[in-house]
């Protein structure tokens, strides 16, 4: 199957920043881009769970993928923004560098994430995608965000 045949179906990925690193998730569950805003604490909830916000009647739990990551400088400038997803008809938002654009892969251009052992947590890696100078960690953002931690906030939050 050639690359370049525009009949060939793509998967789009919508990518992103977090530090120096780059990430795509899945488009289909990208509900709008929203500039950063302050959201409401929620007490005892892990530090990467900024709070939630009110988006139109729903209130929306953000996390901060910066600091779930443990990436260190997880300030706020002009190009913060958060990615509000829809995940099995939940709403919730996540909190990132920067979106860079939506790129459209054949699934074999998603290679295998290689094993990294039980050190790093790497479930929610879907693999990685080597797109023109830049390599994509393509992310299982409902894996990733169906955790235990976050069906605390929701309840807290209700």
């Given at each position: 199957?050639?690359?370049?045949?525009?009949?060939?179906?793509?998967?789009?990925?919508?990518?992103?920043?977090?530090?120096?690193?780059?990430?795509?998730?899945d488009i289909l569950q990208v509900q709008e881009i929203r500039a950063h805003e302050p959201a409401t604490r929620i007490a005892n909830a892990p530090t990467?769970?900024?709070?939630?916000?009110?988006?139109?009647g729903h209130i929306v739990p953000i996390v901060d993928l910066r600091v779930k990551f443990g990436l260190a400088n997880a300030g706020v400038d002009a190009?913060?923004?958060?990615?509000?997803?829809?995940?099995?008809?939940?709403?919730?938002?996540?909190?990132?560098?920067?979106?860079?654009?939506?790129?459209?892969?054949?699934?074999?251009?998603?290679?295998?994430?290689?094993?990294?052992?039980?050190?790093?947590?790497?479930?929610?890696?879907?693999?990685?995608?080597?797109?023109?100078?830049?390599?994509?960690?393509?992310?299982?953002?409902?894996?990733?965000?169906?955790?235990?931690?976050?069906?605390?906030?929701?309840?807290?939050?209700?």
């Amino acid at each position: 199957m050639a690359f370049n045949d525009p009949n060939t179906a793509r998967d789009e990925y919508l990518s992103f920043r977090l530090g120096t690193e780059e990430y795509a998730i899945d488009i289909l569950q990208v509900q709008e881009i929203r500039a950063h805003e302050p959201a409401t604490r929620i007490a005892n909830a892990p530090t990467y769970i900024k709070g939630v916000i009110n988006l139109r009647g729903h209130i929306v739990p953000i996390v901060d993928l910066r600091v779930k990551f443990g990436l260190a400088n997880a300030g706020v400038d002009a190009f913060t923004v958060m990615i509000i997803l829809n995940i099995g008809g939940r709403m919730m938002g996540i909190v990132v560098d920067a979106v860079s654009d939506v790129v459209a892969l054949l699934p074999e251009q998603v290679r295998p994430a290689p094993n990294l052992g039980a050190a790093v947590e790497s479930g929610f890696i879907r693999g990685l995608a080597p797109v023109d100078q830049r390599m994509l960690i393509v992310v299982d953002i409902a894996r990733l965000l169906t955790s235990g931690d976050l069906a605390m906030v929701e309840k807290a939050a209700a």
